[in-house]
């Protein structure tokens, strides 16, 4: 049976931060990144199995899960890993905040590239390491700056981490191969280790074709620790599980290390949910790419009618960038949610003049927002 997306599925009282933060008010809610559909039923279906025992005591990482994520890094980019490379842990998150405890050392520091999903700025200050920012713009279709990271790199010798949202949220930027390999260069040279998040690198659209930061080269392989998940792809942000992948055995030593005593554990249905959704759900995935294209070209042609509002290509993910500078607005997230759309304030990336909108929800939900973002800029650039 087909997926279908188009049914709207009532969230409310399930505890969804997206929905639960305008309960009681008529806001659309499009912002924080999950998606208002079913998980795949191959999913649930693996979930209720397991509820059948009712144990739910600690769990080991299971072997063939371990299989089933060597199987889909292999066939999906030729990336062979072993065992000892993977991690797995509750979060990308956390994750984060791990390899910078692990890795940079107390007077080190860490750079990353913005506008950037907003943990990316927060986790050097919660580990107390300095944070570098590279600015991408428009103008160059996001394109990571990399003669201002080569410059930096080498005038500043206390970076010792390159923090890579690859593909990019919020710019929905796929970064091509070149660019990687230029990256990688310009870290090895300065020996500064790479942090590729990785979380969305399923969420590819048009047939576009993910290259793991780690994958190019052996060198990259040693030189880089991979965050993927499953939760973005498949709508299981509330599970809990991502893998760490980590080919050089001094990162995955730093690594464990930076979470020792403090990083919990996986959570059983977590463990349960990714094994079913990486082994058995790549209809269910193919269909989605496809829905959220969909989504992705009726959201451009309705911000090609909105008054103020523009947007460049979305190549990934189910989030747009909007840029909204011409609408002259102090607080655009406020001004959108009064018309009855949530989204996310640029600001939070270090985008000010931009929103994000989460268009990762059925059809007709979409088109209201839209709807009711046009009315607003219509009135307010009249
Ligand atoms: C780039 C990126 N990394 C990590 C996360 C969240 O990861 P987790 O829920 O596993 O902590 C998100 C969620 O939007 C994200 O966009």
């Not at 144990?55 to 889909?72: C, E, H, K, M, W």
């Not at 990256?183 to 040279?189: F, M, P, T, V, Y």
Request: proline share 6%; aromatic share 8%; glycine share 8%.
């Amino acid at each position: 049976m087909n997926p279908d997306f188009d049914t709207i599925i009532n969230r409310q009282g399930t505890w969804s931060s997206k929905w639960d933060k305008y309960r009681e008010q008529d806001v659309l809610p499009m912002w924080v990144a999950d998606m208002d559909f079913a998980a795949p039923d191959e999913v649930t279906q693996a979930l209720r199995a397991r509820l059948e025992h009712p144990i739910y005591g600690y769990t080991v990482l299971p072997d063939s899960l371990i299989g089933v994520i060597q199987a889909r890094l292999c066939n999906r980019y030729g990336w062979s890993v072993e065992p000892s490379a993977l991690e797995l842990v509750p979060g990308v998150v956390p994750a984060i905040n791990q390899v910078i405890r692990g890795v940079v050392s107390p007077g080190g520091a860490v750079v990353t590239a913005v506008p950037v999903y907003q943990p990316f700025l927060e986790a050097p200050e919660y580990m107390g390491r300095q944070l570098f920012t590279l600015e991408m713009t428009e103008a160059t279709h996001w394109d990571f700056p990399v003669a201002e990271f080569r410059a930096l790199a080498a005038a500043r010798p206390e970076i010792e981490l390159l923090l890579l949202c690859h593909p990019m949220n919020p710019v929905g930027r796929v970064m091509p191969a070149a660019i990687l390999r230029e990256i990688l260069e310009i870290c090895l040279a300065h020996n500064i280790v790479i942090c590729s998040d990785e979380i969305h690198c399923e969420l590819l659209l048009d047939g576009r074709v993910h290259t793991p930061m780690a994958a190019i080269s052996e060198l990259a392989a040693d030189q880089t620790i991979t965050l993927q998940a499953a939760s973005k792809t498949f709508n299981l942000a509330g599970l809990g599980c991502a893998v760490v992948i980590a080919q050089n055995p001094e990162l995955m030593a730093q690594f464990k290390a930076g979470g020792a005593g403090i990083m919990a554990h996986v959570n059983t249905l977590g463990y349960v949910a990714t094994e079913a959704a990486w082994s058995e759900c790549d209809a269910w995935h193919e269909s989605l790419l496809l829905y959220l294209a969909a989504n992705r070209d009726l959201l451009v042609q309705h911000v090609a009618e909105m008054p103020g509002v523009s947007v460049g290509l979305t190549e990934a993910t189910f989030l747009a960038w909007l840029n909204v500078t011409e609408l002259g607005l102090t607080d655009p997230q406020g001004f959108f949610e009064s018309a009855g759309v949530g989204l996310s304030a640029g600001s939070q990336f270090k985008g000010d003049g931009y929103i994000r909108l989460n268009f990762g929800c059925p059809r007709r939900v979409l088109e209201a927002g839209l709807d009711r973002m046009r009315k607003a800029c219509d009135t307010r650039m009249r």
